[in-house]
């Protein structure tokens, strides 16, 4: 079997550039898995986890939203905010789950509630704490 080149690259950097084995990742229409030799495929990306093996490792990233590419064996994945396991603060993503949830039920005056920034927020906080806690 091949090898695939896995990027995951954020406004602010490049935070993977790596020969993987296999990569699953959040895409809009449901997780889809990418081995080597797998056809072209655009797809958005969705706060969520993604995955991949090199050797008999695997490797987890917290992701917001964003695109995917898969060409010639290589997975680009362009996303607003990515966070590697170790570096996530479950105590803050919790923190930010629980504001997003308190705007959603509308505790705050109705005016000031931006629905689907809060929504994005959510799933966001979600996707992080989804990840952190596989690590623990």
Same mark, same amino acid.
């Given at each position: 079997?091949?090898?695939?080149?896995?990027?995951?690259?954020?406004?602010?950097?490049?935070? $993977?550039?790596?020969?993987?084995?296999? +990569?699953?990742?959040?895409?809009?229409?449901?997780?889809?898995? $990418?081995?080597?030799?797998?056809?072209?495929?655009?797809?958005?990306? +969705?706060?969520?986890?993604?995955?991949?093996? $090199?050797?008999?490792?695997?490797?987890?990233?917290?992701?917001?939203?964003?695109?995917?590419?898969?060409?010639?064996?290589?997975?680009?994945?362009? +996303?607003?905010?990515?966070?590697?396991?170790?570096?996530?603060?479950?105590?803050?993503?919790?923190?930010?789950?629980? *504001?997003?949830?308190? !705007?959603?039920?509308?505790?705050?005056?109705?005016?000031? $509630?931006?629905?689907? !920034?809060?929504?994005?927020?959510?799933? *966001?906080?979600?996707?992080?704490?989804?990840?952190?806690?596989?690590?623990?």
């Amino acid at each position: 079997m091949g090898e695939l080149h896995l990027e995951v690259v954020t406004p602010e950097k490049v935070l $993977v550039s790596e020969k993987v084995d296999s +990569v699953v990742a959040p895409g809009t229409l449901g997780q889809f898995g $990418v081995l080597p030799g797998h056809t072209s495929l655009l797809t958005g990306i +969705v706060p969520g986890e993604v995955r991949w093996k $090199v050797g008999g490792r695997e490797v987890l990233l917290s992701v917001s939203t964003g695109f995917a590419e898969v060409a010639d064996d290589k997975v680009a994945i362009l +996303v607003d905010a990515a966070e590697r396991v170790e570096e996530i603060d479950l105590e803050r993503a919790r923190q930010a789950l629980d *504001r997003a949830k308190k !705007r959603l039920a509308g505790e705050m005056k109705k005016e000031e $509630v931006d629905f689907t !920034r809060a929504e994005a927020a959510l799933n *966001r906080a979600v996707a992080r704490i989804r990840v952190a806690e596989k690590h623990l």
